[in-house]
């Protein structure tokens, strides 16, 4: 279909809203044909590592021999933050490795002898030099990562030394985390060093009597410009478990460091900057007095807002034309902007989608179902059965691109296929100018997953961009779940259908339980193509060594496991992946035994396949018995065992104190050992009021 969007005259039927707006549980939209048969998303891009080697001629740089350190790190004269922070991190690791400390020096206070010997103002001599970043060296010597996407890196050898060089500037001059990557992928690709999860437990650093590098010129860079898997945050969620916990919240506040230096050694980041959030967020407090016809209308024909998440009456073209003005307004202020936000809000308390007879015109008949929720005379009540409110949402959508490109032709506008309107629309296309943004994927619920495959490659029909937005790694209630495999081919199959970015939400640091899909993930953002079974069998041998063989069949038990509960049909409260969105915390409730996803896991994790699981980690432990590192690595593991244990009491009879305190005190002390073993905090928070009074 070939949009035609003129300015807003065609909209412009503001005959009388009030008039039209009566409140409704019928659409009145037209009926559209819909396509026969699954959407057919064309192969954009080809699964390739970026990842190129070539070997060189000349020797080995020797970093380190005989118990000292051969080679200096070189920074340039006026060193950026970028540059000084990889050449420490590059210093720290490997001391971590010999023990000997690799002085840092400023270009200017060394030189290069003709022998390729270095020597510094101090009066010491090296070896050899790492010159890391843009030294004059790397420049004399024709050696940069400008050919490179941003991120990128290139490492060379030459008979100077070895060079370090990124593209460490985005296209609007912004530095980037790409040195940092490059040193990361040195030490791991060449020395051994693993980061599994985050702490000094999950850090595999081997201790070397010799360490060299051969000559090779090496260069990466990243298949997505945005690869995020969004760390936790402080703020009343976290405040609320820390109470429970009678932690203080710098622990937790340590904690997210430490899950921060892990997203950074996996090369997650960004070098752009894609706005694509919920953007409406203040709008009832700047706007409800005077245009209280741009908020949704509820079922009592009132249109106030309770929260700071407020409903908009999006078939207003007015409430498009106000968007319009902010984003074009926006665009003026910085026209090198990679996009604005048009996202609607999270649903939040009381507030609902609107149901006013112009809203309700702008939905076919014939689209997919879905539940609407609404509030009336102090109840939530629910349509069971309405159109799914996607064209609705792409109508909103296509009204304020097609205004804003008119002074800005190549803004880029980011925009959610979320909630009620996670569907594909059947009767509009979506505008050249936006991104979608898709929030889907559950891997604890296969069916759903199989309908979010689908809706993707709908949208990816429709939309020239796309964003993998999942709330996927939410799942699980922090109970031992994995599903690497399952998230690979999803990764990969986006990516080649569109994706220009990645956002998952989040990294919940559940890592004794869930922590290898975090790892694979990271992994796969960087390189879609990357092969999962080597992953998985180097996580196991860089972190269990001799124990590899069991852990390997354990985390294959878990996954196997895990995929069978997610095939038993729909385990989701209401079909929806945040409990935000339902305007309830699912556990508020007062008992938690009938949460289906509970029930599907409990009987699919039986007693026997916890035998079985834990028969694992027995072998490893008698194969690992004279290595305690390993050892106390696979006590880490275990304790998700136990945590799902204790969960389990709870979950059958929520009114067994006895039990509840268990679980309590269990989150403390554990929180107290390793705050990595599972996320205390946020798991309290979601699950707090079972443990009032207590």
Request: net charge neutral; aromatic share 10%.
């Amino acid at each position: 279909m070939i949009l035609k969007l003129t300015s807003f005259t065609l909209a412009l039927a503001v005959t009388s809203l009030s008039a039209s707006a009566n409140w409704g549980t019928q659409p009145l939209g037209k009926a559209v044909d819909r396509p026969a048969g699954p959407p057919r998303p064309e192969i954009r891009r080809q699964l390739e590592s970026r990842y190129r080697a070539e070997k060189l001629d000349g020797g080995s740089t020797l970093f380190f021999k005989d118990g000292k350190a051969q080679c200096a790190l070189v920074l340039p004269a006026t060193a950026d933050g970028g540059e000084k922070e990889a050449a420490r991190f590059l210093q720290s690791t490997l001391k971590a490795m010999t023990g000997a400390t690799f002085p840092i020096y400023p270009e200017t206070t060394v030189k290069q002898e003709g022998d390729g010997t270095l020597a510094a103002r101090d009066g010491t001599t090296w070896s050899g030099a790492i010159w890391i970043g843009k030294t004059q060296q790397a420049k004399t010597e024709g050696i940069t990562a400008d050919h490179l996407r941003p991120e990128g890196f290139l490492r060379v050898k030459r008979p100077s030394g070895l060079f370090i060089v990124a593209a460490d500037r985005n296209p609007n001059g912004s530095s980037n985390e790409g040195l940092h990557y490059a040193v990361a992928d040195l030490v791991e690709r060449h020395f051994g060093v693993r980061w599994l999860w985050p702490g000094e437990l999950g850090t595999i650093i081997p201790e070397v009597a010799e360490l060299s590098l051969p000559a090779l010129r090496e260069q990466d860079e990243p298949a997505l410009p945005q690869r995020i898997i969004r760390n936790g945050a402080l703020g009343e969620r976290a405040a609320i478990g820390l109470r429970l916990l009678k932690a203080p919240e710098s622990d937790y506040a340590a904690a997210l460091q430490r899950n921060a230096r892990w997203l950074a050694h996996q090369k997650t980041g960004s070098s752009v900057n894609l706005n694509y959030r919920h953007a409406f967020s203040h709008w009832y407090e700047q706007y409800g007095a005077k245009h209280p016809e741009w908020f949704a209308m509820q079922a009592n024909g009132s249109r106030q807002q309770f929260s700071n998440r407020p409903r908009l009456c999006k078939g207003n073209p007015e409430v498009a034309m106000q968007k319009a003005r902010e984003v074009i307004q926006a665009y003026d202020e910085n026209p090198k902007l990679d996009s604005a936000s048009i996202s609607p809000n999270d649903g939040g308390g009381r507030d609902y989608f609107c149901m006013c007879e112009i809203c309700r015109k702008l939905d076919p008949p014939n689209a997919n179902p879905v539940r609407i929720g609404y509030w009336k005379d102090g109840k939530r009540e629910v349509i069971p059965s309405y159109p799914s409110l996607s064209d609705r949402v792409v109508t909103f959508y296509n009204r304020i691109a097609a205004e804003v490109v008119r002074k800005h032709p190549e803004a880029r506008l980011g925009a959610y296929a979320y909630s009620n309107y996670r569907d594909v629309p059947i009767g509009v296309s979506v505008h050249p100018a936006i991104i979608i943004g898709f929030v889907g994927l559950d891997y604890t619920n296969e069916s759903l997953r199989a309908e979010d495959l689908k809706r993707w490659d709908g949208w990816s029909v429709k939309a020239r961009d796309m964003i993998l937005r999942p709330n996927a790694l939410h799942g699980g209630a922090a109970l031992p779940l994995l599903y690497p495999r399952r998230l690979a081919a999803d990764v990969r199959h986006c990516y080649q259908t569109g994706m220009l970015a990645a956002d998952f939400d989040s990294l919940t640091g559940h890592w004794s339980t869930q922590g290898l899909n975090f790892y694979i993930l990271a992994k796969l953002l960087w390189d879609p193509g990357a092969d999962v079974e080597a992953l998985i069998a180097d996580y196991c041998q860089s972190g269990f060594g001799k124990a590899a063989a069991p852990i390997a069949q354990y985390f294959s038990l878990l996954e196997e496991t895990s995929e069978i509960m997610a095939g038993k049909g729909r385990t989701q409260i209401e079909d929806e992946l945040r409990e935000e969105e339902n305007n309830e915390i699912v556990v508020d409730r007062r008992s938690i035994e009938h949460n289906l996803f509970e029930r599907a896991y409990f009987q699919s994790f039986s007693s026997e396949v916890m035998a079985k699981l834990r028969s694992q980690l027995e072998a490893a432990r008698e194969l690992a018995k004279d290595d305690p590192a390993v050892l106390e690595r696979i006590a880490f593991l275990g304790a998700g065992l136990d945590y799902s244990d204790r969960y389990r009491s709870v979950s059958q009879d929520a009114d067994d104190k006895a039990a509840k305190e268990q679980l309590l005190e269990w989150y403390r002390k554990t929180f107290k050992k390793n705050p990595h073993i599972l996320n205390a905090p946020t798991r309290l928070w979601r699950t707090g009021r079972l443990f009032r009074g207590l």
